[in-house]
């Protein structure tokens, strides 16, 4: 019976080339030493250009860096190293133009080698593509963060929103003013016309209000016909020409939805940022105690934590 217990040579080569993910020899002062594996071409370009090659010349001078970063950190704790990092055909210079068109993302496993590799220290550097499962936690991130009826950004999403502009206030003292708004009788657009007509009502609201805001504003959906802005770097008179401007569209949008009552229109509250504010809740309970002052005088107005506009 013969001996199984070794590889040949050629055995052992044979086992390396058809490794699934790219496995490159990397040396301490940058270059590729070795590939083995990684040769489908749905998922990998072909490196084999790479070797003899140097880190520092055949990527951009960013990526070049965090590479090098990450191998000598390696080479120092002596322990697998995990990342995570992502690399496009115009990071790497050479690439055949066969394999992969779209950015891919990589989980690197790196580990020192306890021998030296061409007099150097080195690094055994593996390369998984995840593109599939980054892509997908990214999508789940996504809608963890957008309303589902709307398409705008939800609360959760706000929140984060907010949580910066108010850092930035605090340290650069950037501007920015937090405004709430509903709609006015929108039970009555329910009741009147059914659930589906307030969703259309909603949508076409969002819509409107996206395309009235200012690229770097931030229009979110609270949660049923609640809706909230976050604007910053606008002056106190584009912030009140802008209220009045939704005040108009609002009314124009939700008038095919007008039934027999009141006609719906909006209410807002605006809160600009305040040196007295200690916290983002500061800013979050005087934008609804503004919004409250428009409800209580029949709606369609505007009041302002520095001055109330009808």
């Known amino acids: 019976m013969p001996d199984t217990s070794t590889l040949t040579l050629s055995q052992y080569q044979s086992v390396c080339d058809s490794l699934p993910d790219p496995t490159f020899i990397l040396t301490e002062s940058g270059r590729y030493a070795a590939l083995l594996g990684g040769k489908d071409k749905r998922y990998y370009h072909d490196g084999s250009s790479l070797v003899g090659k140097w880190i520092a010349d055949v990527l951009t001078a960013s990526k070049a860096q965090w590479f090098m970063q990450q191998i000598h950190h390696a080479l120092a704790s002596k322990k697998m190293l995990v990342v995570e990092y992502e690399l496009s055909a115009h990071d790497v ?147 009140t020409a802008f209220a009045q401007q939704l005040l108009q569209t609002g009314r124009q949008v939700l008038q095919p939805y007008a039934t027999q009552g009141p006609a719906p229109a909006l209410s807002l509250g605006i809160a600009h940022f305040l040196p007295s504010d200690l916290s983002m809740e500061d800013i979050m309970r005087r934008a609804d105690q503004a919004l409250y002052i428009p409800k209580t005088q029949g709606g369609h107005q505007v009041s302002s934590s520095y001055r109330y506009v009808d």
């Open 93 to 239: 210079l050479g690439l055949p133009t066969d394999g992969p068109v779209e950015p891919i993302w990589f989980e690197g496993r790196i580990t020192a080698l306890e021998q030296l590799y061409g007099g150097e220290k080195a690094v055994v550097w593996v390369a998984s593509n995840i593109t599939a499962s980054k892509r997908m936690q990214q999508l789940l991130q996504q809608q963890a963060m957008c309303d589902e009826l709307t398409g705008l950004p939800n609360r959760r999403r706000l929140m984060q929103v907010l949580e910066q502009a108010y850092a930035d206030f605090c340290s650069q003292n950037r501007s920015a003013c937090l405004m709430s708004f509903d709609v006015d009788h929108f039970k009555a657009i329910n009741d009147g016309l059914g659930h589906p007509a307030g969703d259309r009502a909603l949508r076409d609201l969002a819509r409107a209000v996206q395309q009235l805001a200012a690229a770097q504003d931030w229009v979110c959906r609270l949660g049923g016909d609640e809706f909230a802005i976050v604007c910053q770097d606008r002056s106190l008179a584009d912030i």
